[in-house]
């Protein structure tokens, strides 16, 4: 009899055992859940290249591959910031598991479309000013990932105009008017320009037929100098507006990719495009199970200075050189 019972007790371990062997062996053929990342900016894909060159590089230096161990949807407004709403909705709909957001306009669209999606911003001006976190260091909810902190940039921008101009007394500012981050950099060319004995003038713009115009009242006030603002509607038309001030006779000064290559004179702001590939680590970290809200915001530590020696002969100008050896890249 006991011999029967240990027959029947060593038939079922047997059966258990190789139950178990077979669960685990099916659970071992699952593919793992590829995640699903959504790509959200105001630019549309022709616009710097090169930003979005260093995010899949950046993707790669992390051991992701597209297609392959990650899914990345890009959504593009194509410099139509009211397409954002729509397109954030849609990425929710998806259920992406993170959406990394390019440009302030597109960070906001994607604060109203969800709390939970984690947000990983990169390209904005000021997310405390702008309302996207509360803080920089503890930033909450579930945005968090790197800042421009452009209206600090400003008065530096200022500076280097008067190094480059020193004798000049009337500086426009040009700027989006309908745009939320530009106000606050203007402030604070405001709040810098006395100490420099600089008079501001405000050359507001909010379409590109604004453009022509705006330099008309530049030449009719006497300006010696441009200071254009940090904002993606004017940076895609960075050429367009480098033309302008070329054509204008006016040292120009910017901050973001293609200004001086299109003609401005002086470029000083951070490095977009490593910015853009430094916010994958945000992604990796949340993938792994951080919280972004635990997740301190980066600042810019590393600022680029270039300068365009072209037009500076073009106008007449003699570049000093102490300011040419700070230059990161000089464009002959």
Same mark, same amino acid.
């Given at each position: 009899?006991?011999? $029967? $019972?240990?027959?029947?007790?060593? /038939?079922?371990?047997?059966?258990?055992?190789?139950?178990?062997? /077979?669960?685990?062996?099916?659970?071992?053929?699952?593919?793992? $859940?590829?995640?699903?990342?959504?790509?959200?900016?105001?630019?549309?894909? /022709?616009?710097?290249?090169?930003?979005?060159?260093?995010?899949?590089?950046?993707?790669?230096?992390?051991?992701?591959?597209?297609?392959?161990?990650?899914?990345?949807?890009?959504?593009?407004?194509?410099?139509?910031?009211?397409?954002?709403?729509?397109?954030?909705?849609?990425? &929710?709909?998806?259920?992406?598991?993170?959406?990394?957001?390019?440009?302030?306009? =597109?960070?906001?669209?994607?604060?109203?479309?969800?709390?939970?999606?984690?947000?990983?911003?990169?390209?904005?001006?000021? %997310?405390?000013?702008?309302?996207?976190?509360? /803080?920089?260091?503890?930033?909450?909810?579930?945005?968090?990932?790197?800042?421009?902190?452009?209206?600090?940039?400003?008065?530096?921008?200022?500076?280097?105009?008067?190094?480059?101009?020193?004798?000049?007394?009337? &500086?426009?500012?040009?700027?989006?008017?309908?745009? %939320?981050?530009?106000?606050?950099?203007?402030?604070?060319?405001? =709040?810098?320009?006395?100490?420099?004995?600089?008079?501001?003038?405000?050359?507001?713009?909010?379409?590109?037929?604004?453009?022509?115009? =705006?330099?008309?009242?530049?030449?009719?006030?006497?300006?010696?100098?441009?200071?254009?603002?940090? @904002?993606?509607?004017?940076?895609?038309?960075?050429?367009?507006?480098?033309?302008?001030?070329? $054509?204008?006779?006016?040292?120009?000064?910017?901050?973001?990719?293609?200004?001086?290559?299109?003609? &401005?004179?002086?470029? #000083?702001?951070?490095?977009?495009?490593?910015?853009?590939?430094?916010?994958?680590? #945000?992604?990796?970290?949340?993938?792994?199970?951080?919280?972004?809200? @635990?997740?301190?915001?980066?600042? %810019?530590?590393?600022?680029?200075?270039?300068?365009?020696?072209?037009?500076?002969?073009?106008?007449?100008?003699?570049?000093?050189?102490?300011?040419?050896?700070?230059?990161?890249?000089?464009?002959?």
């Amino acid at each position: 009899m006991k011999s $029967k $019972k240990a027959g029947q007790l060593a /038939s079922i371990v047997v059966a258990c055992v190789l139950l178990s062997t /077979s669960l685990n062996a099916a659970v071992a053929q699952q593919p793992g $859940k590829v995640p699903r990342v959504g790509f959200l900016t105001a630019f549309s894909p /022709s616009d710097y290249p090169a930003w979005r060159k260093e995010f899949r590089q950046g993707l790669q230096d992390l051991g992701y591959t597209e297609g392959q161990n990650i899914v990345v949807e890009y959504r593009y407004a194509n410099g139509r910031p009211e397409r954002l709403p729509s397109l954030a909705a849609e990425l &929710v709909r998806l259920r992406m598991d993170i959406v990394a957001a390019e440009t302030t306009p =597109a960070n906001l669209a994607m604060k109203q479309a969800t709390t939970t999606i984690p947000i990983v911003m990169t390209l904005v001006a000021d %997310p405390v000013g702008s309302g996207l976190v509360s /803080s920089l260091a503890r930033p909450g909810g579930n945005i968090t990932g790197l800042s421009l902190q452009l209206p600090d940039i400003v008065p530096k921008r200022l500076q280097l105009l008067r190094e480059v101009v020193p004798t000049v007394s009337r &500086v426009a500012i040009l700027w989006n008017a309908a745009s %939320p981050i530009t106000p606050p950099q203007f402030r604070a060319a405001e =709040a810098a320009a006395p100490a420099l004995g600089m008079q501001l003038e405000s050359l507001g713009v909010r379409t590109p037929a604004d453009f022509e115009g =705006a330099f008309q009242t530049a030449a009719r006030r006497h300006v010696g100098a441009l200071l254009i603002l940090d @904002d993606f509607f004017l940076a895609s038309h960075s050429a367009k507006l480098a033309a302008l001030a070329v $054509k204008s006779r006016l040292p120009a000064m910017a901050g973001v990719d293609g200004f001086p290559e299109a003609g &401005v004179l002086i470029n #000083y702001g951070p490095n977009f495009a490593a910015i853009t590939r430094r916010s994958v680590t #945000y992604i990796d970290k949340i993938l792994k199970g951080a919280k972004p809200g @635990d997740l301190p915001i980066e600042q %810019p530590t590393n600022f680029e200075l270039v300068i365009n020696v072209n037009t500076a002969k073009t106008f007449g100008l003699t570049i000093p050189p102490a300011l040419m050896l700070r230059a990161h890249r000089v464009i002959e």
